[in-house]
C-alpha cells in the first residue's frame, strides 16, 4: 500500500502528480526544481520584454531545489539525512556542474553519509529551470509509522 504526500511548503507540482509517494519505508520524490514556494517564481532567472530567459543563477537554483527537497521530506515525516540516492538534472553539465558540486558538497560535508548520486546532463526540463533533483529515501527508527 502506497500514500501521496504534498507540501505547503514546496512548490506545487507543474503536472497531475504528488511532492512524494510513501511506499513502506521508501519514499519518492517526484522531481523537484527550483521554483520558489508560493510564487513559483524561479530563483536567478532573468528574462527579457519578450518573456525569453536570457540568463539564469545555478548558485541561487541549487540552493532553493535543496530548500524545496527538504520542504517535501519535512512534509513526509522524512529527515534530510535519510535521503539514499539522488538522480540530478542539469540542463547545462558543463558551466554548471562545478558550482552544483560545490553547493552539494556544502548540503553533504561527508561524503561517507551522503546519498548515492547520478548527475545526468539534459538538454530541457519542462520549466525555464536548470536543476531538478529526483529523491529516493528510506524512513527508519521515529519517522517510520
Not at 91 to 100: C, H, L, Q, S, V
Not at 104 to 110: G, Q, R, Y
Request: aromatic share 6%; net charge neutral.
Amino acid at each position: 500500500m502506497s500514500h501521496s504526500v504534498h507540501s505547503a511548503a514546496a512548490p506545487a507540482p507543474v503536472g497531475a502528480y504528488p511532492h512524494a509517494r510513501r511506499v513502506g519505508n521508501l519514499l519518492f520524490l517526484s522531481g523537484v526544481g527550483p521554483r520558489t514556494p508560493g510564487s513559483n517564481a524561479i530563483p536567478g532567472n532573468v528574462v527579457d520584454a519578450t518573456g525569453t530567459l536570457v540568463r539564469y543563477d545555478i548558485e541561487a537554483q541549487c540552493r532553493q531545489v535543496f530548500a524545496n527537497v527538504r520542504a517535501v521530506l519535512e512534509a513526509s515525516g522524512a529527515r534530510w539525512q535519510d535521503l539514499v540516492d539522488v538522480t540530478v538534472f542539469l540542463t547545462d553539465m558543463a558551466r554548471d556542474f562545478a558550482a552544483y558540486n560545490r553547493i552539494w558538497a556544502e548540503h553533504f560535508p561527508d561524503p561517507g553519509e551522503a546519498p548515492c548520486r547520478t548527475t545526468l546532463g539534459i538538454t530541457a526540463l519542462p520549466t525555464p529551470i536548470a536543476i531538478e533533483l529526483k529523491c529516493v529515501a528510506a524512513l527508519t527508527g521515529t519517522n517510520v509509522p
